[in-house]
């Protein structure tokens, strides 16, 4: 069975501190995605990474794709309040079909 | 383009009782996956479907259950609820089975 394990599972910063959230498995991916989801909505796709050693960046996001495929972080600089939410990261089944998801990492920012 | 639409948002049914949550896809779409959210569990695949066949099925009981429209409409429907159905049930829709998906707001469903 694929899994996906999230760390930390909560985290609660101030307004312009920096954070890096990770997402591991023994399991090896084709594909892993992150996903952002605030309360009473569904998750919205932040970025797909698909090489290994693989990185992206989104404004003050960054996303990198372990060497082995097996891991990603999620890097955030200067968190903002807006940042607040349960950060998710997916991968393809070994079928390619259904997605598996982390339990996710609660980040809340005060200002 | 309007984004996935999910309905009802909010359900409050009893044990034993039967539910039907509707999906409606972005337009063009025609894969179109539910899954199951919980504090516990997080976020887990009941199936997907496309072209109204059922491509996939994640590991839940036969309860569960779901169709999908010639115009890709998704329904799921699960049957005898039982306590631990309470969660919230989000579709998500793609143009092909495997690419991008777009999440709907989900379903809030209660089970008493």
């Known amino acids: 069975t694929q899994l996906l394990e999230q760390s930390p599972q909560f985290l609660s910063i101030q307004e312009g501190e920096n954070l890096t959230v990770y997402c591991n498995s023994s399991?090896?991916?084709?594909?892993l995605q992150w996903y952002r989801q605030e309360p009473g909505e569904g998750p919205v796709l932040l970025v797909t990474v698909v090489t290994g050693g693989e990185v992206k960046k989104l404004k003050r996001l960054t996303f990198q794709f372990g060497d082995a495929r097996k891991d990603s972080s999620l890097h955030i600089t200067a968190a903002q309040p807006g940042d607040t939410g349960l950060y998710l990261c997916?991968?393809?089944?070994?079928?390619?079909?259904?997605?598996?998801f982390g339990k996710g990492t609660t980040l809340s920012v005060s200002s | 383009k309007a984004g996935v639409t999910q309905t009802p948002r909010y359900l409050i049914k009893t044990r034993g009782q039967q539910v039907t949550l509707s999906c409606s896809p972005i337009s063009g779409h025609r894969s179109v996956s539910w899954y199951q959210q919980t504090p516990g569990q997080g976020l887990q695949f009941l199936f997907e479907y496309f072209s109204e066949t059922q491509r996939n099925k994640g590991n839940f009981p036969g309860r569960f259950s779901g169709r999908q429209f010639s115009n890709s409409r998704s329904e799921m429907n699960v049957s005898t609820l039982e306590l631990g159905d309470s969660a919230l049930y989000l579709c998500?829709?793609?143009?092909?089975?495997?690419?991008?998906?777009?999440f709907g707001p989900g379903t809030r469903l209660t089970v008493t």
């Open positions: 399991s090896v991916f084709s594909s």
């Open positions: 997916a991968g393809r089944d070994q079928a390619g079909t259904a997605l598996i």
């Open positions: 998500a829709s793609s143009l092909f089975t495997s690419y991008e998906q777009y």
